[in-house]
């Protein structure tokens, strides 16, 4: 059973992603701004170290909007073996769900929302977004070894 990330989850973070763009252009320009005024070398130093960290998530966020639906991973829940793979362009990580040391189940007003899930190999997964989250809900709780299954009523990210 494959599971792909929402059109809604998509505009939303679409959505997220261009408001943090205009953010970060305003403080690049005061950053810019502050190395023209600047007279000294040394006062350059941390608004140049700004500059760089605010390109890296300014161009990670511009590759999200413009890969859209591509950039989020698609799930494949084998449930018979007990195993769900993350499949990412040419990426293919399988998880095992026997080794699952702990399933939280995030809610929002009552809703589900997210998804985590950590093994005792080391690996957290965190699948919100999806389309039919209930069912992957289900099928992991089923998978899942009973008391290793939370269900969290304060959602975080």
Do not use: C
Not at 60 to 67: D, L, V
Not at 121 to 147: H, I, Q, T
Request: hydrophobic residues 45%.
């Amino acid at each position: 059973m494959e599971f792909h990330v929402s059109n809604e989850h998509v505009r939303r973070e679409r959505r997220k992603a261009v408001y943090l763009i205009l953010f970060l252009a305003v403080i690049s320009s005061a950053l810019i701004a502050k190395v023209l005024s600047t007279e000294k070398i040394s006062d350059l130093v941390y608004p140049i170290i700004g500059l760089l960290v605010l390109s890296l998530q300014f161009f990670g966020s511009y590759k999200r909007i413009r890969e859209g639906k591509a950039a989020y991973p698609v799930l494949e829940l084998d449930e018979p073996n007990g195993k769900v793979a993350v499949l990412y362009k040419d990426l293919k990580v399988i998880v095992d769900l026997s080794q699952i040391k702990n399933l939280r189940l995030q809610r929002k007003s009552g809703q589900l929302v997210s998804i985590l899930v950590y093994t005792s190999s080391g690996e957290d997964l965190r699948f919100d977004g999806y389309e039919n989250l209930d069912v992957l809900a289900s099928a992991l709780e089923r998978l899942a070894p009973k008391e290793s299954i939370t269900n969290a009523s304060f959602y975080h990210r």
